[in-house]
């Protein structure tokens, strides 16, 4: 069974608060699509941990990081993913009014399957969780019990502790809306979460 469960949970939470294509996209979901927006990315990316647990416990992620091909292939997805949804902001930035008084206004509403598939296409285009599920997973689970089981709800902890902060990072940023609805707050916050997104999906692309 799982061991050191404080110190799982620690470092899965420190490694959910690290700036990155994840942060960006539930900043991105958030301003743009609103709570139910970054709500069902934040389900896509769980989805996506639990994928990248079970396939590191089948060890298939073995197989595809010692595979250049596949993980090039993954990769440049993952990248092209990333930066569709940047240019799609900046896009959104052009389109938005000189005015806004409105606290809600300029959010749009996001389909709930295009939002959790962003979230799982994205969290699915990063080499670097299955990684993390290779190396770092093994670490805290004992080879007294059932590996793969252990491996599993692991990862299904990993996958809570993600959507914990993800919940708690997209509610600050919720609850900030009238700051953030302010047009030159908006915009820059846009521009800002665009051009991230835009230069993470490149970076991902190109192996960076």
Do not use: E
């Not at 620690?10 to 301003?31: F, V």
């Not at 007294?144 to 809570?160: E, I, K, R």
């Amino acid at each position: 069974m799982p061991t050191h469960l404080p110190l799982f949970i620690g470092t899965t939470w420190l490694l959910a608060m690290l700036p990155g294509a994840g942060q960006a996209l539930m900043l991105r979901q958030t301003l743009h699509g609103g709570p139910r927006a970054a709500w069902a990315s934040i389900a896509g990316t769980c989805t996506g941990l639990l994928v990248w647990t079970v396939a590191a416990a089948a060890g298939l992620s073995a197989v595809l990081l010692a595979n250049p091909h596949a993980y090039q292939a993954l990769r440049v997805a993952g990248g092209v993913v990333l930066a569709v949804l940047g240019l799609s902001t900046l896009r959104s930035v052009r389109r938005r009014p000189a005015s806004d008084p409105s606290p809600s206004a300029g959010v749009r509403t996001t389909g709930y399957w295009g939002a959790y598939t962003a979230g799982l296409a994205t969290n699915l285009g990063n080499p670097k969780a299955g990684v993390f599920a290779i190396s770092l997973l093994p670490q805290f689970v004992t080879h007294d019990g059932p590996v793969f089981a252990s491996s599993v709800a692991l990862g299904a902890l990993w996958a809570l502790v993600t959507a914990a902060w993800y919940v708690v990072f997209t509610w600050t940023v919720n609850r900030g809306r009238t700051l953030v609805s302010k047009p030159a707050v908006h915009r820059g916050l846009q521009l800002l979460t665009g051009g991230t997104l835009l230069c993470l999906g490149a970076a991902v692309a190109l192996g960076g």
